[in-house]
């Protein structure tokens, strides 16, 4: 299985990217996606998470109201669009699939990806 992570880089605060997650080797629409982040001397963090169809997501307090998960199935995708962004919002995210549903907690998750590195300039 391989999740792999792209659409990091240095943007200024207030500005937006949007992450992007293509999972292979794996029955994608029968896996919820999610999003980590850790940042630098900080435990990795839950960010949003999104069904298995798509139907039902659940985001951070933090990143409320900012960011948006979504999926594409037939693209076995999933992505994070994230606006408004802050100082704080600097970590590496990390792009998970979870096989059955109700946590999202860091130690439920059956696979990660490798990561890729957001950066905000304040």
């Known amino acids: 299985v391989q999740l792999q992570a792209s659409g990091g880089g240095l943007v200024q605060a207030g500005g937006s990217l949007r992450l992007s997650c293509v999972a292979s080797?794996?029955?994608?629409?029968?896996?919820?996606m999610g999003w980590f982040r850790q940042a630098p001397g900080k435990e990795r963090e839950f960010v949003a998470g999104?069904?298995?169809?798509?139907?039902?997501?659940r985001d951070a307090e933090s990143v409320k109201g900012r960011f948006t998960i979504s999926r594409d199935n037939a693209k076995n995708t999933v992505y994070l669009q994230m606006n408004s962004l802050k100082f704080e919002d600097t970590a590496v995210y990390f792009c998970?699939?979870?096989?059955?549903?109700?946590?999202?907690?860091?130690?439920?998750?059956?696979?990660w990806g490798q990561g890729t590195l957001v950066t905000v300039s304040s």
């Open positions: 998970v699939a979870v096989r059955y549903g109700g946590t999202w907690h860091v130690d439920a998750m059956d696979y």
């Open positions: 080797g794996l029955m994608f629409s029968n896996y919820a």
């Open positions: 999104i069904s298995r169809n798509g139907d039902t997501t």
